[in-house]
């Protein structure tokens, strides 16, 4: 396993389609976030899994994002009836819950709407 | 609430000489930690170092150190013998909570760094 992979890599879509990305984390981490970062800024935090259990939300994820993890391994993340304030790059990261502190990041997708 | 504040929008630096990137941070927990992470163009996050509340002495990872001053609540970043490839977004971040506790990192704006030939 090389690491967190996130498809696609771009995704360019009309405002008012529904988009979904996909992240697979490294192989035996069990936790999973999802942040979004737009240009000029740090990542903000949307979600976190632990296994299939969805812990935490953050407030910025709207009733239009959905984030799923059905079998504990990869996850989506959806967004309906995009917006042009949706653009930005959005990041998956892993970690294990024991030992290393740091999560891991993949490439991230990044999300323009026109 | 967590904060993290980064000051410096963009730093130059020589080749070959030490930069340090600030970052002061605000969490009313007592166990938290503290992350740098390095963003190329390329976008992807990479991992620099960690530095828990409760670790005595300052990380170290390389040519990476982190100046941890707790009563002050900066973790600065120091990069020694800086490399043309260091050019890159730099992020501080923290997460609240024991070191297996998981959880989300709240990331500063971060600092372009730019090292000079």
């Known amino acids: 396993d090389t690491g967190v992979s996130q498809n696609p890599r771009h995704k360019i879509t009309k405002r008012g389609q529904n988009v979904t990305f996909r992240c697979d984390p490294i192989?035996?981490?069990?936790?999973l976030y999802w942040y979004r970062q737009t240009l000029g800024q740090g990542p903000e935090f949307l979600t976190y899994?632990?296994?299939?259990?969805?812990?935490?939300k953050s407030r910025l994820l709207s009733d239009r994002f959905s984030a799923e993890r059905p079998k504990g391994s990869f996850s989506t993340l959806e967004i309906q009836r995009t917006e042009q304030g949706d653009s930005a790059m959005y990041l998956c990261?892993?970690?294990?819950?024991?030992?290393?502190?740091?999560?891991?990041f993949g490439q991230g997708t990044r999300l323009t709407v026109v | 609430a967590q904060k993290i504040t980064q000051t410096q929008p963009g730093m130059f630096v020589q080749e070959k000489e030490a930069v340090t990137l600030d970052c002061t941070y605000d969490t009313s927990d007592q166990s938290y930690g503290l992350f740098w992470y390095k963003q190329p163009s390329s976008g992807e996050m990479i991992f620099l170092i960690y530095?828990?509340?409760?670790?005595?002495q300052n990380a170290t990872e390389g040519r990476y150190s982190l100046n941890f001053q707790k009563a002050r609540k900066s973790a600065n970043l120091v990069i020694s013998a800086s490399q043309l490839g260091d050019s890159a977004m730099y992020f501080c971040?923290?997460?609240?909570?024991?070191?297996?506790?998981?959880?989300?990192?709240?990331f500063g704006q971060g600092t372009e760094l730019s090292v000079k030939p």
């Open positions: 971040a923290m997460r609240e909570g024991f070191l297996n506790q998981g959880g989300k990192l709240i």
């Open positions: 530095q828990g509340s409760y670790d005595e």
């Open positions: 990261a892993s970690s294990p819950s024991r030992g290393s502190a740091e999560a891991f």
């Open positions: 192989s035996e981490h069990n936790r």
């Open positions: 899994f632990q296994n299939e259990a969805q812990l935490e």
